[in-house]
């Protein structure tokens, strides 16, 4: 029992029907009733992590997300990430995290990843970071795909947020978990392969209007297509660059 994490789940939910969201969730008997498994989720929105962990609620278990370091400093939100026993991922030592993760895992946790390791500004699945396959291997526990769809709506990289009455559906589908096997890379490869099948299976029950900003330009939308939205990313990766590297000159 964790009356902390349970209570954070009721006030969501209690939000979420404020909002209006709908939500349609398919497999979560892939989810384990116990024992350890990675989590693998597609990255949309701000909020994906709070959808994530609804298929769970099935078996009655909680998710252990890794999320950034700053989320964990914060005076608010650092308490209740550290006392819902999430993991935090600072970039500048990234191993720790991730022993942290292996551990939570091989302690039999659920820890939720997702293998894109930012948004999706295209809302197609990007290139995956081998981490989930890396921490199944290690730890000896599945990696279970998971997708999510229209939470983009809700808030996503470069538009307002829509926290108020909405009325959005939400899609959220799981595949069946993967053994983990080697080398990683291929195993990674499979994840996505299975993500990508889950994702388009969910997205063809789901209307999508032309030209609307959260629309895939694949399905006739406004979002820029994969290799734009990589282009976009690396530009803005290289503006932060040298934005910390002026600051670092400056001191």
Do not use: C
């Not at 950034?68 to 990430?81: A, E, Q």
């Amino acid at each position: 029992m964790e009356p902390f994490y349970r209570t954070i789940i009721g006030v969501a939910r209690v939000v979420f029907a404020g909002q209006g969201l709908k939500f349609t969730v398919t497999g979560e008997e892939h989810i384990p009733a116990k024992g350890g498994a990675v989590i693998a989720i597609n990255h949309t929105g701000y909020m994906d992590f709070t959808y994530a962990g609804l298929p769970a609620r099935a078996v009655k278990r909680y998710i252990r997300f890794m999320a950034k370091k700053d989320v964990f400093v914060h005076k608010i939100s650092g308490p209740m990430m550290r006392a819902m026993k999430h993991i935090p991922v600072d970039r500048a030592a990234g191993g720790d995290s991730y022993r942290a993760a292996v551990d939570a895992l091989r302690g039999g946790e659920l820890v939720g990843v997702f293998p894109e390791a930012t948004i999706s500004r295209s809302f197609e699945l990007k290139e995956f970071k081998s981490g989930a396959a890396r921490m199944a291997l290690e730890s000896g526990t599945p990696v279970i795909p998971m997708v999510i769809w229209g939470s983009q709506r809700v808030w996503t990289k470069g538009y307002p947020k829509r926290l108020g009455r909405t009325d959005t559906p939400i899609s959220l589908a799981v595949g069946e978990p993967i053994a983990p096997f080697e080398p990683a890379s291929e195993m990674t490869a499979l994840l996505h392969t299975r993500m990508e099948e889950l994702l388009r299976g969910i997205q063809a029950n789901y209307e999508h209007p032309a030209g609307e900003y959260w629309v895939p330009a694949r399905l006739g939308g406004g979002a820029p297509t994969l290799e734009e939205a990589n282009k976009m990313d690396a530009a803005e990766a290289e503006a932060k660059a040298a934005r910390r590297s002026k600051e670092a000159g400056g001191k």
